[in-house]
């Protein structure tokens, strides 16, 4: 008996000893934006991503980033709390209304400065609209297109449809055919109204029967009309304006699609690469 009870105490021991490094989940709406069930589905989808490409996507909202600017306070939540080397992550801060995308490891190469800003302004409209379930989609699946992509890439950011409605399940009211409704109109639209205007013109023209033109412009002016006494430049004043170069702390790379890298270290030492903005 006191042979097992030993053993079982040494049991707890050295499972209580072994220390554990777990990762905190990759949602963590702080400034509580999103209801129980929308937590569930973007944390699904989250690991979801995670699970197909070995690539973490993190979303946090605060209050209060603490003192610290939207840059620091993210690079800092993702190197202190236990995610891969590759990802991305999203800090909404809704007491300054500010968004910052922080990119680390593959992250900084697949992500460019001008796809961050594209990424981020998309989100940002959601944002501002307090739609914080679509702005969370709209990252998600933005996100997830390029990660898809790999190094690949596509270098006009601006032409690419996300269609996160179909990654969601969310149904779209635009077709085709009604597309091709509208430009049939407007081409006949506009067939009619040259036709229309060609005529008028044409009525207009034949009634200058009697105008003809003058091969010397002395029929039309006045004799001794015109004299100019004398001429001089006065020169009146200089305007100089000089603005300094801005100055960064931040270094750049060139990027896969073209496109500027912003690379800059974290408290901790850690690369980061980012875009932020207000909404």
Not at 53 to 71: A, C, E, R
Not at 235 to 249: A, D, E, H, I
Request: proline share 1%; hydrophobic share 35%; net charge negative.
């Amino acid at each position: 008996m006191k042979k097992i009870t030993f053993l079982l105490i040494a049991f707890i021991l050295l499972t209580t000893s072994i220390p554990t490094f777990a990762m905190n989940s990759r949602l963590n709406d702080g400034a509580d934006l999103l209801t129980s069930s929308e937590e569930d589905l973007i944390i699904s989808t989250l690991d979801t991503v995670n699970q197909s490409y070995g690539f973490d996507l993190v979303i946090v909202t605060t209050n209060d980033t603490n003192g610290k600017s939207v840059m620091e306070y993210a690079d800092d939540y993702y190197d202190s709390n236990g995610y891969g080397n590759d990802g991305v992550l999203l800090l909404v801060d809704m007491g300054g209304r500010e968004w910052w995308i922080s990119t680390a490891g593959k992250g900084i190469d697949y992500f460019s400065d001008s796809t961050l800003d594209y990424i981020g302004s998309e989100m940002a409209y959601y944002l501002g609209e307090s739609n914080y379930l679509e702005a969370f989609q709209c990252f998600i699946s933005l996100t997830e297109s390029y990660i898809s992509m790999g190094e690949e890439g596509y270098d006009t950011n601006y032409d690419y449809d996300y269609g996160y409605d179909s990654n969601f399940g969310v149904d779209s009211d635009f077709t085709y055919e009604s597309e091709y409704s509208f430009g049939t109109t407007l081409i006949v639209s506009l067939i009619a109204g040259f036709i229309i205007a060609l005529i008028y013109v044409s009525s207009l023209k034949a009634k200058l029967t009697s105008v003809g033109a003058q091969k010397e412009a002395s029929n039309y002016a006045v004799n001794n009309s015109l004299q100019i006494a004398a001429t001089r430049d006065n020169f009146l004043y200089r305007n100089v304006s000089r603005v300094p170069r801005p100055k960064s702390n931040s270094s750049s790379r060139s990027g896969r699609s073209g496109g500027s890298h912003s690379v800059h270290r974290s408290s901790s030492g850690r690369s980061h690469g980012g875009r932020g903005g207000k909404f």
